[in-house]
């Protein structure tokens, strides 16, 4: 094999098609509006979901569910893709997914705010929270060049279990309007699998 040659996708049976991988992106600077480090996908990736840890308490409250939760911060996740399908330049497209609500002083179950352990106090963290927000009444979800639709698996537009990512396309987190919360996002991804035939 050429040092050349480019790793695009797996077998659907590979270890790195069946396990979730996790990365680590930088946490972002304190204030309104803030970015978090770059997710790049190098390879054709599906995303999962996405936890937050605290490094630093909002200061803000939000009701979520009926419920006001504080200390807590709210995040989105930006998506960044080229939308450009002649192949002639490069034009880039954004889909925001969110906002999460990252917050609560207490564990799972105790509030219908909080996920996670610690909830937004520093050291504590929440989620996973679902990148795909298909469910209940919303049945379609635009993601890039791609409207997702609930269905079956395997359905050829169905966003069940992740949203694809090709190579080069980016992901990145951008606060809220508090003013000192820092998170650091962990990313779920695994590389998709091959979806037509291999040739030997």
């Not at 409250?61 to 450009?84: D, E, H, K, M, R």
């Not at 269905?151 to 990512?165: H, R, S, T």
């Amino acid at each position: 094999m050429s040092q050349n040659n480019q790793l695009r996708q797996v077998a659907y049976d590979a270890p790195a098609a069946v396990v979730r991988q996790a990365a680590i992106l930088a946490a972002n600077a304190a204030g309104s509006g803030s970015l978090s480090g770059k997710f790049l996908a190098w390879a054709a990736l599906t995303l999962y979901g996405v936890t937050f840890a605290v490094t630093t308490a909002g200061t803000s409250t939000y009701t979520v569910s009926g419920t006001a939760t504080t200390p807590a911060t709210q995040v989105s996740a930006l998506y960044i893709t080229n939308t450009n399908t002649t192949g002639t330049a490069v034009a880039l497209g954004t889909t925001t997914i969110g906002p999460f609500t990252v917050g609560g002083t207490a564990g799972p179950g105790t509030n219908v705010s909080v996920n996670g352990f610690g909830g937004g106090v520093a050291g504590g963290y929440g989620g996973p929270f679902a990148l795909n927000t298909l469910g209940g009444t919303n049945t379609s979800q635009v993601f890039g060049t791609n409207t997702l639709t609930a269905g079956y698996p395997g359905n050829a537009g169905v966003g069940i279990g992740g949203l694809p990512m090709n190579p080069g396309d980016q992901l990145i987190f951008v606060m809220g309007t508090d003013a000192t919360a820092v998170l650091v996002p962990i990313v779920q991804y695994n590389l998709q699998g091959v979806s037509g035939s291999i040739v030997a």
